[in-house]
């Protein structure tokens, strides 16, 4: 039975214009305290507030470098121009950009509700299905989090994909299938995550346009001719996948986001896979404890692969016997198989045997896989009453209740994305051992000054995970900082030993090596820097700290302006070079530097002062007395601009 013979009657354009309303706002009331949040410190700043080719807003010239680029270990420019036009239209306050994320996916949701209202003419069931979507706090993760722009905007073109090709499905053409096509690659640009989009179209065209019946006889003429064809069509949306699969894996590869085999081997990798199956279904089902990060059983436990055996277990014995279930019903209501195909085959991709990144699994990667599940919920529900029209009150009632608890627990689950010490905080309180957690706490409380709990949170995560470079990494600079050195470096090699193709440890010991005067090796480190990432701007900005420091100031300089090239917002990068050009006599020159770091530094006194110094050496005493008077302003104890002003008096 497909779809269209509906057991309801089709829903009224009131019922439909009611549900999508109540879709937008029940989800934006849902999210709105996000709009009040700051970006968080993880990924957040690489993402936008600190990335060179986002944070100045629109420009074509780097939408085109990005499109031909990575960043961030990614490369996707559809998402690289959201960012742009966010900046663009509301700077980096960071609660536009928020309200942004919450708008797509209200719009998801609607456009879900919509999807299947049009494909199965079943009204109730196709609102239960997308507000399951909407409401669910597995959303939070892709919602609340600003760097998870990809998901909810690669979600709106995987919508309009399938609204596409329920189009098709009714009136095959090559143009429609073209504007599918065309459709997916937007997607893709947006998140590679939907490369399974053309198999899940395979099961669309089973439920619910039902245009193709895989359980009918094989043998027969119709039924092969209709496969082949179904096949064919698809094909150029295989192809689409496969290359732009490869371009990802490479990307990631060659920036070191993904794990060798040597370090998480395949079996472990698999086991960890089935694990994340159940996981997900579990979370699905009972979404406790959700957290930002979930620790890998691989540095958790002292013996990953029996920690693992056990959930894997359970996972394959529940999705055994789900399976069993929707093949015994599939003639009769095919829709259980193919919302659990939905959910697994969507998941392959970031299941892990590829592994990017060291989680165990991620809330984000539920955006749009669990959709299969709220399908199957709803319209075996929907079947259910139709078949015992007693049960409507009561399947109406606990749709109600799901609903309320869902909201519920997502409102509760968004506090915790309210700044990034309450997150990680959450991440220490939902898991246990979460290594990660610890160092990013150790990393704010070190930005902060709070050196003691700092220290312990680091302390922590290395006796969880012994080989954490980004643990070692903090805990070395925060000796670096006390210049006990000796103790710095061990710290820094063994980072550098656990991670030798990461960039970011080579800088350490560079940096190591430049605080103890070594220009020789610290030389050499930041070149290593560049031969792994050849942009890095911080690699450039030390190498001219080294030759400002050798006094080869025409090498210095030339370094600055490479990494200002890259990022002109380098703040430390703008004063060196403003210093230099102040040297060098060229005053009007080291004015117009100054004036662009007051523009990103409004609110540093040093800053003022050091303007104040070049408009006093280019001859423009009032300019030079404002810039003097600004920096007092700031701080009211800054002795030297306040002997600058007394000596122009």
């Known amino acids: 039975m497909t779809p269209t013979d509906s057991h309801a009657r089709q829903p009224s354009r009131a019922f439909v214009l009611m549900g999508t309303l109540a879709l937008i706002l029940g989800t934006a009331v849902l999210y709105f305290p996000v709009g009040t949040y700051e970006f968080v410190d993880y990924d957040d700043l690489d993402y936008v507030v600190q990335n060179p080719h986002v944070r100045d807003g629109w420009s074509l010239e780097e939408l085109t470098w990005l499109s031909t680029h990575a960043h961030a270990s990614n490369w996707h420019p559809l ?18 950009h928020h309200l942004v994320s919450v708008a797509f996916h209200a719009l998801n949701g609607a456009l879900l509700f919509l999807l299947l209202v049009s494909a199965t003419g079943r009204g109730w069931a196709s609102l239960f299905a997308a507000l399951f979507f909407a409401v669910h706090p597995l959303r939070v993760e892709s919602v609340a989090w600003i760097s998870e722009r990809k998901d909810v905007l690669s979600g709106t073109f995987w919508m309009l994909a399938l609204f596409l090709y329920t189009r098709h499905a009714r009136k095959p053409s090559a143009l429609r299938m073209a504007a599918v096509v065309s459709v997916f690659l937007l997607a893709m640009a947006a998140k590679p995550m ?29 039924n092969a ?5 179904i096949l064919l069509e698809k094909v150029p949306l295989f192809a689409l996948a496969l290359g732009l699969s490869w371009v990802t894996f490479a990307v990631q590869s060659q920036s070191g986001a993904t794990n060798r085999f040597e370090d998480l081997p395949l079996d472990i990798r698999c086991l960890n896979a089935l694990a994340a199956f159940g996981a997900y279904l579990y979370q699905t089902f009972l979404p406790l404890d959700l957290a930002v990060f979930y620790p890998h059983a691989v540095v958790t436990s002292d013996s990953p692969r029996a920690a693992l055996a056990f959930p894997a277990s359970i996972s394959v014995a529940v999705y055994a016997g789900l399976f069993m279930i929707a093949w015994r019903i599939r003639r009769r209501s095919p829709v259980l198989l193919v919302g659990l195909c939905w959910m697994v085959i969507s998941l392959v991709p970031v ?48 749709s109600i209740l799901v609903l309320a608890l869902l909201g519920l627990s997502t409102r509760a689950q968004i506090r915790h994305w309210s700044d990034t010490e309450a997150l990680f905080q959450h991440a220490l309180d939902a898991t246990s051992r979460n290594y990660t957690a610890h160092a990013e706490l150790g990393r704010i409380y070190r930005q902060a000054g709070d050196e003691k709990r700092a220290r312990n949170h680091l302390r922590e995560a290395l006796r969880i995970h012994p080989n954490f470079g980004e643990a070692l990494s903090q805990l070395g ?33 560079g940096v190591l090596e430049l605080s103890e005067g070594k220009l020789e090796p610290a030389e050499k480190a930041f070149l290593g820097v560049l031969e792994l990432a050849p942009l890095d701007t911080s690699a450039l900005f030390n190498l001219g700290c080294l030759e400002q420091s050798r006094r080869d100031f025409e090498a210095a300089e030339a370094y600055y302006r490479q990494a200002l090239e890259e990022d ?4 430390d990068a703008l004063n060196n070079l403003g210093d230099l050009l102040l040297m060098r006599n060229a005053f009007d020159e080291a004015v117009a530097v100054f004036d662009r770091l007051v523009r990103l530094e409004s609110d540093d006194a040093t800053v003022h002062f050091n303007l104040g110094k070049a408009h006093q050496a280019a001859g423009d005493g009032q300019r030079a007395r404002d810039a003097f008077a600004e920096a007092l302003k700031i701080d009211p104890h800054f002795e030297p601009a306040q002997r600058a002003l007394e000596k122009r008096e």
């Open 194 to 222: 939907v490369v399974s989009l053309p198999l899940i179209l395979l099961l669309w065209d089973i439920w619910p346009t039902g245009r193709w019946n895989p359980f009918g006889d094989p043998t027969l003429a119709r």
């Open 351 to 398: 299941i892990g045997i590829i592994q990017v990144g060291s989680q165990a699994h991620a809330d984000r990667y539920t955006y749009l896989p669990t959709i299969g599940v709220g399908i199957a919920l709803a319209f075996l529900a929907g079947d259910a009453v139709a078949s015992r029209p007693n049960w409507r009150k009561p399947l109406a009632a606990a």
């Open 79 to 96: 998402t690289w121009m959201s960012h742009m036009l966010d900046v663009q239209s509301f700077g980096l306050e960071a609660g536009g």
């Open 225 to 229: 001719s209709t496969t082949r064809s």
């Open 568 to 571: 002109p917002g380098h703040g």
């Open 477 to 509: 600079q925060l000796h670096l900082a006390r210049e006990n050195y000796a103790r710095a470096r061990q710290l820094f090699e063994r980072a550098r030993l656990v991670r030798p193709r990461n960039p970011h440890a080579l800088l350490d010991l």
